[in-house]
């Protein structure tokens, strides 16, 4: 009897020890759902077909993502040229381009820019030196990150057949491919908030507690990113932790744990906080600055009373193109733009086959929850969705590449439609959609690598290379004792690009360059600006643009284009240097004087 009770006993403990978590994965094995992710990489090993799959993947990423990216998109995107001398100045002197120590917050130019991306390029550049390259290149880091996290999670949420297609989608698509080439600090924000859903999701699954901690410290890491991360990820997490608590999936331990971490993590993002709204006075602790770098930064969303109307609009374009061309243009758009009409109304494949997915997802989720009464990652997924598009109600501007994190949940609807297509038997469907997205995936690297991405782009949005280039080129000690004059009439910030080309030391910059285009401004020999009358003496250099050229100016807009024309007109600086026969040359659509020329 008592080795019976004690046989009882044992067999609850080992019931209690073992609790289950519930299989929510109807095509994969006990086996896989107890080893994770690596019964894919043993499938991997094992499989030919799996490993020349996933090898194609890690090419075609690289190829698409290194091949020219130092020079495909040409030149730098203003804010590129703000981390980019914020970068430099911090490998070179220790601080940001204003002379600030190692801000948890960057100022630009108004604005402001978080510093996870900065920091990482930092680094890079303290070991390799500060280049476009090792600049752009922690984007295809970032890439890399989503690439493998967000086809572990799609493998961890649906299954080893999502996990392929995921993999798929985030290796071909316009929108994935462009992003991971440009430096943006929101480049960040994606793949660290799917980093934070893997490990929160391997938390759900296995009940660890190393997994809280982990997804703790990638949800405080997330908060550097960028600023929507702020507004996007707290909405999730309290959706998911209330329906996990639900379904007995998390501990009030782990979450404890998980809420310590992501704090630890996060207190100089909150102490900078403080700062911002005055609670706090601008402080160092060390050489980490706290300063109210960019309030502004919240200018950025503003609440706006939008109709059902302009909810659909804005969908439309996170699911097309806007008007940024650097990142979707009308031609390919952000998953491929093919348009289908339908009397008046039109939509393209991917758009329909995006909602198709979101049904597909939505129906499921309702069957799980109320048929079966099970754990439902759709309805996880659900709660991404709401997570990441909510903020579209407080954006004043919607730019699709900082709202990059709806585009893994884009990802994940085409490619759990696709496996469930597939388990249904629906191959011809499935054959001929992946040939489709094949064909233009073809199509566009051939548009982009061939050199009529740069053709067709002459004009992009806030860029300004012709600029770039010449000043790089006056960075050398034979234009030392030459005063250098910058048009800036028609050009977008065009301090900030002479400052960053011709690398002006922070010690040079005594203030803060806000709005720097407003009025003439001097930093050593570097004048922001053209005076109206010629000092014939002097031994200069005026870079002046030529306002019948038509490429690279910041802005597409006619009318603020018609502007900076008018503004240049009534500048007759250029004709006193013409009529004083001052030599001159044409380059990059710049009229270059050198007046006294010594050399």
């Known amino acids: 009897m008592a080795k019976s009770k004690k046989s009882t006993r044992q067999a609850e403990k080992n019931q209690d020890n073992s609790k289950p978590q519930e299989n929510i994965k109807s095509d994969i094995t006990q086996d896989e759902e107890l080893k994770g992710f690596s019964a894919v990489k043993k499938s991997i090993s094992e499989n030919k077909l799996y490993w ?3 090898s194609l993947i890690g090419i075609i990423f690289l190829l698409t993502r290194l091949v020219q990216i130092t020079v495909l998109p040409k030149g730098l995107h203003i804010d590129e040229i703000s981390m980019g001398y914020n970068t430099w100045t911090l490998s070179e002197f220790g601080t940001d381009r204003y002379g600030v120590s190692f801000p948890v917050y960057f100022n630009n130019a108004g604005s402001g820019q978080s510093s996870l991306y900065v920091y990482i390029a930092f680094l890079l550049s303290k070991i390799f030196g500060y280049s476009v390259f090792t600049l752009r290149v922690v984007s295809v880091i970032f890439g890399s990150l989503l690439l493998i996290f ?14 392929v297609i995921t993999a798929a989608v985030i290796d071909i698509m316009p929108f994935f491919i462009m992003s991971e080439r440009w430096a943006f600090d929101c480049n960040a924000m994606l793949p660290m908030f799917v980093m934070f859903l893997y490990f929160f999701v391997r938390l759900i699954k296995t009940g660890k507690n190393k997994y809280a901690l982990i997804s703790g410290v990638m949800f405080g890491m997330s908060m550097y990113s960028y600023i929507l991360a702020v507004l996007m990820m707290p909405v999730f997490l309290v959706l998911a932790l209330i329906y996990a608590f639900i379904k007995k999936k998390i501990t009030l331990k782990q979450t404890g744990l998980m809420f310590i971490c992501a704090v630890l993590v996060s207190v100089p993002i909150i102490l900078y906080l403080f700062v ?3 609670v706090l006075p601008e402080f160092k602790i060390g050489s980490i600055s ?4 960019s309030a502004g930064r919240a200018s950025e969303i503003v609440w706006q009373s939008l109709s059902f109307k302009d909810i659909i609009k804005n969908i439309t374009t996170l699911t097309s193109y806007d008007k940024y061309d650097f990142m979707a243009d009308d031609k390919y758009g952000v998953f491929y733009n093919n348009v289908l009409h339908f009397f008046e109304y039109k939509a393209s494949v991917s758009q329909i086959l995006l909602f198709v997915g979101f049904v597909f997802m939505l129906c499921t989720a309702v069957y799980n929850i109320v048929k079966k009464k099970s754990f439902s990652f759709e309805l996880m997924m659900m709660f991404y969705l709401i997570a990441v598009m909510y903020p579209m109600l407080f954006l004043k501007q919607l730019a699709i590449y900082r709202y990059n994190a709806v585009y893994f949940a884009f990802a994940l609807l085409l490619s759990y439609m696709f496996a469930r297509l597939w388990e249904h038997k629906q191959y011809v469907i499935c054959i001929f959609t992946a040939i489709f997205y094949l064909a233009n995936f073809g199509g566009y690297a051939y548009y982009l690598f061939s050199g009529n991405f740069t053709e067709e782009n002459k004009a992009l949005a806030y860029f300004d290379y012709d600029l770039l280039e010449l000043c790089e080129n006056f960075r050398n000690d034979e234009y030392a004792d030459s005063q ?4 800036y009439t028609a050009s977008y910030n065009a301090g900030l690009i002479t400052l960053y080309g011709l690398r002006v030391e922070p010690s040079v910059i005594q203030n803060e360059v806000e ?3 407003s009025k003439i401004m001097t930093y050593g020999n570097i004048h922001i600006g053209i005076p109206e009358t010629v000092d014939q003496a002097e031994r200069a250099v005026y870079v002046i643009r030529d306002i019948n050229a038509e490429t690279s100016y910041y802005t597409t807009n006619e ?5 900076y024309k008018t503004l240049a007109k009534n500048n007759n600086t250029k004709e006193q240097l013409l009529e004083l026969n001052t030599p001159y040359e044409i380059k990059n659509n710049y009229y270059i ?5 010594q050399r």
């Open 52 to 54: 020349m799959y996933f």
């Open 150 to 163: 967000g086809t572990k999670t799609a493998y961890e949420m649906f299954g080893v057949k999502c996990a």
């Open 276 to 278: 911002v709204i005055g």
């Open 290 to 293: 706290f300063t109210s770098a």
């Open 484 to 487: 250098i004059y910058v048009d």
């Open 515 to 517: 709005n720097i285009d």
């Open 559 to 563: 009318a603020q284009m018609e502007l």
């Open 593 to 597: 004087f050198t007046l006294n020329d």
